[in-house]
């Protein structure tokens, strides 16, 4: 038989042939390209790639066991899709072949216990639509994930996922108190039936190596009536390297409740006809209203001179419109829009800072921006909750001793330009070198970046998963590799950066 009968047969008794004519598409099919494409977010990754043999969209757990157990039997490789946000096209891109998507649009439901502070929400389910359930049932509540609505629950809970309010709350994966998955064998487990390995590694090891992760219970975190946004922008003749420097100090000791970001890009230059400069906006939300967070603004970051005026007093779920992009007064519902807001071609890496960079170093770094007008970083300080958790407590290790994280972003609009795009955010990488964390120089895993190394197809070895498993996951590295060799020793969940399994 072949994969698609084996996958039509193993749910039949339960399902009849419609629900499976909707459920499985192959290239054959007017379906199949489009939902390749529809969560894609870096069109980089749609040029000269693999293409799955089938794209399956579960409607129930057991289709995902059979597609599982079916692909298995057949000799097809996995790939696992939530929202379709991986840098390197993980979750829908394959070296080997032949390979299916698992699809989990269609599981997305979320179900939010107010009485308990909990909710199980599904992997497919993505934060916008989770954000906007929350707001639904209450205003007293939140989740602190990420800040983009169209990310997917699956791939941001199983990486770590941070946002706004992981300064005081801790990462998404941090709020993860349950979890259902379907491993390599076809079994359904909960947190009970996985035991307590198999759930730490899953909250933040990243799920592709362990299994289908079908959805999570997490817990919900208490928001206040008002909270307060503000963004402050400095160009370099307005002082924006002496305010950087000063920020690099203070932002990761600020009240948990004040977290204070950086945002770098190159802009135009006010007087100066047609050159340009660098712009750094300091952008803020405050977990209480605006007369509070100025006396801790003068307290902390006097030079800043941040008014009243520069502050908008807005709710929770307001501000999650604000930090998504949305113009004030958007209805809620935007966040239910599963399109990515933009596509384009891009390449990221990122890098964690332990010490203050010198100014010259700061002005070594405009200096190459400047050089591409599309390039971005994005500065997020560290400290509060996140230096309270131990550096074991999950798979994601950053923790104390953290001062910020940078995410170097590089955007462009056409294949042509890829090489020298990709270069040129080589090159910045190894200028950064020497002014960011050592031995390992770690990364966050939900910003993947293979250009950290790569397991070859079928043979995954641990010195070369060594190479990016320490930088991303530090000393919890070799734990992750023994889970696996006892959930999946087949090595039948793999891929370019998957974690490997001990030799026998
Ligand atoms: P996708 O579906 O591509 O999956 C990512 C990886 O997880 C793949 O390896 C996939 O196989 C695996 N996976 C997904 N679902 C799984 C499941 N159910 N079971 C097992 N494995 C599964 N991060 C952050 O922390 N804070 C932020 O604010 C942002 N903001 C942001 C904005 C934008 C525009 C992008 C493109 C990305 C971010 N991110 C982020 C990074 C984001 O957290 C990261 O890309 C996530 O892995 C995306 O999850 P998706 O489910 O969308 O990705």
New binding site residues.
Partial sequence: GSFQQCFSSDFQHSYNSTTSGSMIFSKNNSTYASLLKS?V?NLRLLINSSEPQFIISPFHDSHVQAAVICSKKHGMQV?????????EG???VSDIVPFIIID?VNLRSISIDVENESAWVE?GATLGELYYKISEKSNAYGFP????PT??????L??????TLFRKYGLAADNVMDAKIVDADGKLLDRKSMGEDLFWAIRGG???SF????AWKIRLVPVPPVVTIFKVKKTLEQGATEHLHKWQAIASKLHEDLFLHAVVNVANAPSNGGSKTIQISFISLFLGPAERLLLLMKVSFPELALERNNCTEMSWIQSVLYFAGFPSRSPLRVLLDRS?QSKSFFKAKSDYVKEPISKAGLEGLWQRLMVEQTSLLILTPYGGKMSDISDSETPFPHRSGNLYQIQYLVTWDSDNETQQQIGWMRSLYAYMAPYVSKSPRAAYL???DLDLGQNDNNNASYAQASTWGLKYFKNNFKRLVRVKTVIDPSNFFR?EQSIPVFPS
Wanted: charged share 10%; glycine share 30%; proline share 2%.
């Fill in positions: 969560s977010r790939r696992v899709r939530s929202g379709g946000h991986d840098y993980l979750s829908y989990l992997s994930a990420g800040s983009c990310v997917g629950v699956g791939g941001q199983s990486g770590g996922g941070f946002g990243g799920g592709s299994g289908v992760i079908l990515p939900n910003y993947r891929n």
